[in-house]
């Protein structure tokens, strides 16, 4: 059985307070079940803005999307965790991955490593934290046991995930290998689903199923959905625009298009809970008021 829509509005952009707050309510007002933020140098710190966040609305919840753990140590995040539920009233939701971009641990002198090392550090920081927040002695205490979500493809990865995670988020694309800034490049829909049945293999000794979540990363309400992705098959090499219309993280076409790939795609890999880019949270707007509750 499916699990209702969520919809969340990944907020990249730093505004001074006041348009931070104004665009934080805006996406309360365009029914975004989440606002969420990034964690890479050059956008705004996760935790204040979240609090800030929750000052200016009052149904969203507010997640991490997700933190890299590279710039993490178990015991600051705790308290970091902690402090920022308890001042959001139990409305935080914790998205932590490796981390992919090179240049941003360069830039703030911090060990990259290998794959596997930040997958270890990965392990290492959701059991210390889980640790720390579960013990009644640590202070501050949150509000709630604060879900958490994990992010990545590899198999590695989603072992981790089928094991801790409460929400699986999925990126619909992969890092370029050496690319220092971070590339992503799509994978095909047939990946995806290989890879969302990998979890499912993984996870299937779960007591209860995770939430999937997938970024979305183009949103064009159009009657022209060709040329809302000729700039996107223009980056990728070998890509069509036919097999770029295709890719679970491009929604292009009219509003009933849109609404119908969304609830194949929920059939077809389980996404109940989607993520939109904030240039896109307006364009996704219709769609999340046609789908949601469903």
Same mark, same amino acid.
């Given at each position: 059985?499916?699990?209702?829509?969520?919809?969340?509005?990944?907020?990249?952009?730093?505004?001074?307070?006041?348009?931070?707050?104004?665009?934080?309510? !805006?996406?309360?007002?365009?029914?975004?079940?989440?606002?969420?933020?990034?964690?890479?140098?050059?956008?705004?710190?996760?935790?204040? =803005?979240?609090?800030?966040?929750?000052?200016?609305?009052?149904?969203?919840?507010?997640?991490?999307?997700?933190?890299?753990?590279?710039?993490?140590?178990?015991?600051?995040?705790?308290?970091?965790?902690?402090?920022?539920?308890?001042?959001?009233?139990?409305?935080?939701?914790?998205?932590?991955?490796?981390?992919?971009?090179?240049?941003?641990?360069?830039?703030?002198?911090?060990?990259?490593?290998?794959?596997?090392?930040?997958?270890?550090?990965?392990?290492?920081?959701?059991?210390?934290?889980?640790?720390?927040?579960?013990?009644?002695?640590?202070?501050?205490?949150?509000?709630?046991?604060?879900?958490?979500?994990?992010?990545?493809?590899?198999?590695?990865?989603? !072992?981790?995930?089928?094991?801790?995670?409460?929400?699986?988020?999925?990126?619909?694309?992969?890092?370029?290998?050496?690319?220092?800034?971070?590339?992503?490049?799509?994978?095909?829909?047939?990946?995806?689903?290989?890879?969302?049945?990998?979890?499912?293999?993984? =996870?299937?000794?779960?007591?209860?199923?995770?939430?999937?979540?997938?970024?979305?990363?183009?949103?064009?309400?159009?009657?022209?959905?060709?040329?809302?992705?000729?700039?996107?098959?223009?980056?990728?090499?070998?890509?069509?625009?036919?097999?770029?219309?295709?890719?679970?993280?491009?929604?292009?076409?009219?509003?009933?298009?849109?609404?119908?790939?969304?609830?194949?795609?929920?059939?077809?890999?389980?996404?109940?809970?989607?993520?939109?880019?904030?240039?896109?949270?307006?364009?996704?707007?219709?769609?999340?008021?046609?789908?949601?509750?469903?």
């Amino acid at each position: 059985m499916s699990r209702p829509f969520r919809f969340g509005a990944s907020m990249i952009v730093p505004a001074p307070a006041e348009e931070w707050r104004a665009k934080c309510r !805006r996406a309360e007002d365009l029914g975004y079940d989440v606002i969420l933020v990034p964690d890479h140098l050059g956008m705004v710190a996760p935790f204040p =803005a979240l609090v800030a966040a929750a000052e200016a609305t009052a149904r969203p919840r507010l997640g991490t999307f997700v933190l890299n753990a590279g710039f993490w140590n178990p015991a600051l995040l705790a308290r970091e965790v902690a402090t920022t539920d308890a001042l959001t009233g139990g409305r935080l939701e914790l998205g932590l991955g490796t981390g992919y971009v090179r240049a941003e641990h360069d830039t703030a002198h911090l060990p990259y490593g290998s794959p596997g090392e930040r997958v270890d550090h990965l392990r290492r920081t959701i059991e210390e934290l889980g640790r720390l927040l579960a013990s009644p002695e640590h202070q501050p205490r949150p509000v709630q046991e604060v879900p958490l979500m994990v992010g990545g493809n590899g198999d590695r990865m989603l !072992r981790l995930t089928a094991e801790h995670a409460d929400i699986a988020a999925f990126t619909g694309a992969r890092p370029v290998p050496g690319d220092a800034a971070g590339k992503m490049l799509p994978i095909t829909p047939e990946e995806l689903e290989e890879r969302v049945a990998r979890y499912r293999e993984l =996870a299937k000794g779960r007591s209860e199923p995770a939430e999937l979540n997938l970024l979305i990363q183009l949103v064009a309400i159009t009657d022209d959905p060709e040329a809302a992705v000729r700039p996107l098959v223009e980056r990728v090499p070998d890509l069509s625009v036919e097999q770029a219309l295709e890719l679970p993280l491009v929604l292009a076409g009219t509003l009933e298009q849109i609404t119908a790939k969304v609830l194949a795609q929920r059939e077809r890999y389980g996404f109940s809970y989607l993520t939109v880019l904030e240039p896109y949270m307006e364009a996704f707007a219709p769609v999340v008021a046609r789908l949601r509750g469903r």
